[in-house]
């Protein structure tokens, strides 16, 4: 009986280092040792070794020991540690994630929820009549695009899986990169965001030497390399506020007043989806007039100009500048 609570704590250190044993890189014992530390989880170095040497006796855990320090991993096919009782409804949604989540993970941190995802696959393709509708109501939902569905342009494996290494490590990249004329160039970069827009993948980044950023889209880059080199994050950068700024509508973040005459038919979604949150509506005879702070951007007049004969009287006033003032 005395023994008990150094057994359990043993079963504790083990669940927690499965939990932390990656697939598709290896760890080390003095890695994962660290990790136990961080947690206020005390265990010699040796502990941890041999722990970890019986549980890739055990499990479906590669051991590198080719060179000292031995390293581990989830072999390619292992499911990891399976979740019990993983219900219709979770299964449900890991799967969806995982079509959501395919482009925006780095592919190593995807290949860690493998088991998760396998397990929620073959819990929706089981055989009871829950599961039948389970899986059915896969064809059931979808997310449409709000514009011209575009195929998705290729892009090197190889390439995506380095840069989103390279931006979940925070290391520099060196970039072989074509611009929308065909023109290549050679550049090293600071990676900062990985942002989706439709079909299009653009990486976020600062280039060596200067403190502005710059989105280049992933199927233009031609060879990535990681540099294994870190650098620290700039603090006065945000991806949200990036995003806000219409940075990728191909604007510079300057706020406007826009104001807009529209035909009711074409324009009564905007009592639904408001363009700002101090969006205000004036019924005319037969049309709104819309006035809202928004983004200036190339995005904006392009989505006005959709409107063609429907709108009219569109009138912007800048006013960042006044409220700095």
Not at 32 to 46: F, S, V
Not at 189 to 209: D, H, I, K, N, S
Request: a negative charge; proline letters at 4%; one cysteine or more.
């Amino acid at each position: 009986m005395t023994k008990r609570p150094d057994i359990m704590q043993t079963v504790i250190i083990a669940l927690e280092m499965i939990r932390r044993i990656p697939k598709g890189r290896f760890v080390t014992a003095a890695e994962l040792h660290a990790q136990l530390d961080g947690m206020k989880i005390e265990r010699d170095i040796r502990s941890v070794q041999r722990l970890l040497q019986t549980l890739s006796e055990h499990f479906d855990i590669e051991r590198d020991d080719s060179s000292k320090p031995y390293r581990y991993r989830w072999k390619e096919n292992a499911k990891g540690l399976s979740v019990p009782g993983l219900s219709a409804q979770e299964s449900l949604l890991l799967t969806l994630a995982e079509s959501q989540m395919a482009t925006l993970l780095p592919v190593r941190l995807m290949k860690s929820m493998d088991g998760f995802f396998t397990q929620a696959r073959e819990r929706l393709s089981g055989a009871s009549p829950s599961s039948q509708n389970d899986q059915a109501w896969l064809q059931k939902v979808r997310v449409v695009s709000t514009s011209q569905p575009l195929l998705p342009p290729k892009i090197d494996p190889e390439v995506f899986s380095t840069v989103s290494d390279a931006l979940y490590l925070d290391h520099w990249l060196d970039l072989e990169y074509r611009n929308a004329a065909g023109k290549s160039q050679t550049c090293r970069v600071m990676p900062l965001g990985l942002a989706q827009q439709g079909t299009r993948l653009y990486l976020v980044c600062r280039f060596e030497g200067y403190d502005n950023e710059r989105s280049l889209a992933l199927n233009r880059i031609i060879r990535s390399a990681d540099t294994s080199l870190g650098f620290e994050r700039p603090a006065d950068f945000d991806l949200k506020k990036y995003d806000d700024d219409g940075r990728f509508g191909y604007g510079n973040g300057e706020l406007i007043e826009l104001r807009f005459q529209i035909e009711k038919e074409s324009g009564y979604h905007l009592l639904e989806s408001a363009l700002s949150e101090d969006q205000k509506v004036v019924e005319l005879d037969g049309e709104f007039e819309i006035t809202a702070t928004v983004v200036d951007s190339s995005m904006l007049d392009w989505w006005l100009r959709g409107f063609g004969d429907a709108i009219s009287s569109i009138n912007k006033r800048r006013i960042k500048h006044e409220q700095q003032d």
